[in-house]
């Protein structure tokens, strides 16, 4: 047996549900990816910058040389080709001796303090200069006169302009591709859910169709998540036959149990009060009316819970409803001769408007309202049954000419079993 899901759960879509929860869990994953794709385009633009500087740094520390003791240095095109790249950037340079003095380019151009802490590499910084943010590499070369060494520093420093638009445009061409993916997804998402939903749409439709008398197990196929709720309708189906079953046998029993003795009580009392004394006819009396209202209550009952099986389980059709009064107004007429019953249909589109409904039990509602009709009107009539379609809607009008209903029962009549008094 299933076992029992005791969770509370929020109503709303389940498809909806779906959509929320993992559109949120796919959002955060592209933000991260979106973050992560732009980071990354920072730092290949600032390699790539990286090593055009020092290319530019290394180009202009392979023209010093020695000329006796003073450092000499020839400012190769190509030291500022590899830089001219990026038009829009401003380059600074400076070469400084050993004795801290600068050789050439700008004076003012610092020093990295990490500069001479590893001789042979290049030591790359970011500062403003000049009111302008620039990337700066610093590069040491050696120069040897003799036995004694000789350090130069070549500095570089170079604005970041082009690299920034650059990882700009490396970064938007990945956000662009990650957005046209979440686009992507976000269909086959949505096909994923409809699809994985399928089912208990088809669940539904199937319900839906069955005629209402019918209480088969359903054999659709369906996923194992579905299999729980498949079965617990299939269940459900089969109490609700059993109980209508107990409530035709109850209405069955009812019917002979209850109007047999009541009616057996109605006859023996009718017939006791010819007989009877001033003095018994007086009881007889109160037992009649109580015994008629016992068979109209139970009458009310059962009608009642007949009509409304029926309305469960009647298969339902066209009802060409001037046809039904018709019939029932002849089957009523035959019993009634006393009153005049007449039949008004006002047009060949009300003689021809039908409704899709149970014959039987519109049948026994207009029953109904022509007894009412004839209980409560002139005992000689007449009571109109008209029926008249307009404005794509048809109606039926049982109209007596009694008194009507006074003013104080017209808010209780509409409650079950309850009955106007008589004026």
């Known amino acids: 047996?299933?076992?029992?899901w005791r969770r509370s759960v929020k109503p709303g879509s389940l498809?909806?549900?779906l959509y929320?929860?993992?559109?949120?869990?796919?959002?955060?994953?592209?933000?991260?990816?979106?973050?992560?794709?732009?980071?990354?385009a920072d730092t290949a633009s600032e390699r790539a910058f990286d090593h055009l500087l020092s290319a530019a740094a290394l180009t202009l520390a392979g023209s010093l040389r020695l000329e006796g003791e003073a450092?000499?240095?020839d400012i190769p095109a190509a030291a500022f080709a590899m830089l001219a790249q990026a038009p829009d950037d401003r380059v600074f340079y400076r070469l400084i001796g050993d004795d801290g003095r600068t050789l050439t380019g700008y004076p003012d151009l610092p020093v990295p303090p990490a500069v001479g802490r590893d001789p042979a590499a290049a030591q790359f910084a970011s500062l403003t200069y000049k009111g302008w943010p620039v990337r700066l590499v610093a590069i040491r070369r050696l120069l040897t006169v003799g036995e004694k060494p000789r350090w130069a520093t070549v500095l570089v420093a170079q604005t970041l302009e082009q690299r920034r638009a650059f990882a700009w445009e490396m970064g938007s061409y990945a956000v662009l591709g990650l957005v046209l993916l979440a686009g992507v997804a976000a269909g086959i998402l949505a096909l994923a859910?409809?699809?994985?939903?399928?089912?208990?749409?088809?669940?539904?439709?199937?319900?839906?169709?069955?005629?209402?008398?019918?209480?088969t197990p359903l054999r659709q196929p369906v996923p194992e998540e579905i299999q729980p709720l498949q079965w617990a309708l299939n269940n459900l189906l089969a109490r609700f036959e059993a109980s209508l079953t107990?409530?035709?046998?109850?209405?069955?029993?009812?019917?002979?149990?209850?109007?047999?003795?009541?009616?057996?009580?109605?006859?023996?009392?009718?017939?006791?009060?010819?007989?009877?004394?001033?003095?018994?006819?007086?009881?007889?009396?109160?037992i009649l009316r109580?015994?008629?209202?016992?068979?109209?209550i139970a009458n009310q009952l059962l009608a009642d819970a007949t009509i409304s099986n029926r309305l469960e389980l009647a298969p339902r059709g066209p009802v060409i409803l001037?046809?039904?009064?018709?019939?029932?107004?002849?089957?009523r007429a035959a019993a009634t001769e006393a009153t005049a019953l007449r039949l008004y249909v006002a047009d060949d589109a009300s003689a021809d408007a039908a409704i899709i409904g149970d014959s039987d039990a519109l049948a026994d509602a207009l029953r109904n309202l022509i007894d009412n009709a004839l209980k409560y009107g002139p005992p000689e009539g007449p009571v109109d049954i008209t029926v008249q379609a307009a404005a794509g809607a048809v109606s039926i009008t049982v109209r007596d000419y009694g008194p009507g209903l006074a003013p104080e029962d017209r808010p209780r009549v509409l409650r079950r079993f309850a009955r106007g008094s008589r004026r």
Not at 193 to 215: C, M, N, Q, T, Y
Request: charged share 30%; net charge positive.
């Open 71 to 73: 450092i000499r240095a």
């Open 322 to 331: 001037a046809r039904l009064c018709a019939d029932v107004l002849n089957d």
């Open 20 to 40: 929320r929860r993992v559109g949120a869990a796919f959002a955060v994953l592209l933000v991260l990816l979106g973050t992560l794709a732009l980071r990354y």
């Open 193 to 215: 859910v409809r699809e994985a939903l399928r089912p208990v749409a088809g669940l539904k439709e199937v319900l839906a169709d069955r005629d209402p008398s019918d209480f």
């Open 246 to 286: 107990d409530t035709r046998s109850f209405l069955a029993d009812a019917t002979h149990q209850v109007r047999t003795p009541l009616a057996s009580v109605i006859a023996q009392t009718e017939i006791t009060l010819r007989d009877a004394s001033d003095a018994q006819r007086e009881q007889l009396q109160r």
């Open 1 to 4: 047996m299933w076992p029992k």
């Open 15 to 17: 498809r909806r549900r």
């Open 290 to 296: 109580n015994a008629r209202a016992a068979a109209r």
